[in-house]
């Protein structure tokens, strides 16, 4: 028997397949685990990632204002026409 000389510390044992995405993309990037370290590529990747996450904000502000005007203000803009 081997006895271990720390206790009290959470031990995580996490089991992947070797099919598994995130292994797979480990052992194509050698373990680093990053697509494009050149500035212009980091550049591109974020401006890339911006414009869709502004127009992915654009799109829920719109879904927000016609659920708003569809639900919430109905009673209004009706008492409104009369």
């Known amino acids: 028997m081997q006895e271990i000389g720390f206790h009290s510390y959470p031990i995580t044992v996490e089991i992947?397949?070797?099919?598994?995405p995130h292994v797979l993309f480990g052992e194509m990037t050698r373990g680093r685990f990053v697509l494009d370290n050149s500035a212009s590529g980091q550049i591109a990747a974020g401006s890339v990632l911006l414009i869709f996450g502004i127009l992915m904000l654009l799109m829920a502000s719109y879904k927000t204002y016609r659920f708003c005007i569809k639900y919430t203000c109905r009673e209004y803009f009706q008492q409104r026409r009369m």
Do not use: E, N
């Open 16 to 20: 992947r397949s070797a099919h598994d």
